[in-house]
């Protein structure tokens, strides 16, 4: 990597603070009223495209790694893929899915949310304020030393990048994947008026949640209900994502340059703008990404396709919940995972 790529990657923890909010997380309680989505943006100066290009391009399938996006019979599987855990600085997870809302948490009689609870996995998180992803329940308890909770997680969606944390598990029979915080679903997709039990359907949102201790986010800038300091968690996530961009060699963008991919303006999470563009799509729709990083829908021709990103993926083969394969992702250099930063 040339070296003012290396450079510009080095101060992209830095420049978060400059439009980093420390907030009182109950001003920003409300379903109208949330954070922008300028809180918890990526820099600008990270190559989304091709950060999206490869986790399409991701191959290795754990044990416990495939689940299908939603309870619906015949619903296409997701698989989450470990090639980047080793690293020792942005070891991370990644998979591909749609995005329904959780709500779980202090505002779980969030609107039409029929099977919400009061509490979230590490405390009791507001979805109104809180920027989270949710991950199956199995991933979790047979991989506690990689997720010990609150890990800084970074999604890509809707041709934009944003922060947040690692903040709820499901466990639904069967567990799905694909969920994420009232905020951080209405911030990626404002237009289609998601609710607790309307989601995006198609599966083209690509997850990224870091590893290990070092990526935790701190109760400095979280509480159990609230995160309190924006400025950290945008530079966590700058830093890691940076980390992360560095051992994959992809090469950062200049500011002139002229690419679709980041919000740095403020995204109001609260009020959609127009009606849903995807609440007639079916739940099998799938989608493949090209090398290129572009997401091209496609239905899917068999009820249980998974989700892999693109055909040079071998695929897993299609299953039901019941018969989704025991294990972990723990390998030989379990005990340098703990190490990542």
Not at 21 to 43: E, I, L, R, W
Not at 80 to 98: E, I, K, P, T, Y
Not at 128 to 148: G, K, R
Request: glycine share 8%; charged share 15%.
């Amino acid at each position: 990597m040339a070296p003012h790529s290396i450079l510009s990657l080095a101060i992209l923890a830095l420049a978060g603070s400059a439009l980093g909010q420390s907030v009182d997380g109950a001003k920003y309680d409300f379903p109208s009223g949330g954070p922008p989505g300028s809180f918890f943006a990526a820099s600008t100066r990270l190559p989304v495209s091709a950060l999206q290009s490869a986790a399409a391009r991701a191959s290795i399938v754990p044990p416990k790694a495939t689940y299908p996006v939603s309870r619906e019979p015949g619903a296409p599987l997701s698989t989450l893929h470990s090639d980047w855990v080793n690293f020792r600085q942005g070891a991370a997870l990644s998979w591909v899915a749609d995005m329904d809302v959780d709500c779980d948490g202090k505002d779980w009689k969030c609107n039409s949310n029929g099977d919400g609870q009061p509490q979230t996995n590490w405390g009791t998180l507001a979805a109104y304020e809180v920027p989270w992803i949710v991950i199956p329940d199995q991933v979790l308890t047979a991989n506690p030393t990689l997720l010990p909770g609150n890990n800084v997680a970074a999604v890509i969606c809707n041709g934009n990048m944003f922060y947040g944390i690692l903040g709820d598990t499901n466990g639904d029979n069967p567990q799905i994947t694909g969920e994420a915080s009232w905020v951080m679903a209405r911030t990626c997709f404002p237009d289609e008026g998601l609710s607790g039990d309307k989601g995006h359907v198609d599966a083209d949102v690509t997850y990224i949640v870091f590893t290990g201790k070092d990526a935790v986010l701190p109760s400095s800038a979280l509480g159990k209900t609230y995160l309190t300091n924006f400025s950290t968690l945008r530079a966590m996530g700058d830093k890691l994502v940076g980390a992360l961009v560095s051992n994959l060699k992809l090469s950062t963008r200049s500011p002139q340059q002229s690419l679709t991919t980041l919000v740095t303006s403020a995204i109001r999470s609260s009020t959609p703008t127009g009606a849903a563009a995807s609440s007639s799509a079916t739940p099998s729709r799938v989608i493949h990404p090209t090398p290129a990083g572009r997401v091209t829908p496609a239905v899917s021709a068999t009820p249980s396709r998974l989700l892999h990103p693109t055909p040079a993926v071998s695929a897993t083969p299609s299953a039901s919940a019941s018969s989704i394969p025991e294990g972990c992702f723990c390998d030989d250099d379990d005990d340098d995972d703990d190490d990542n930063n």
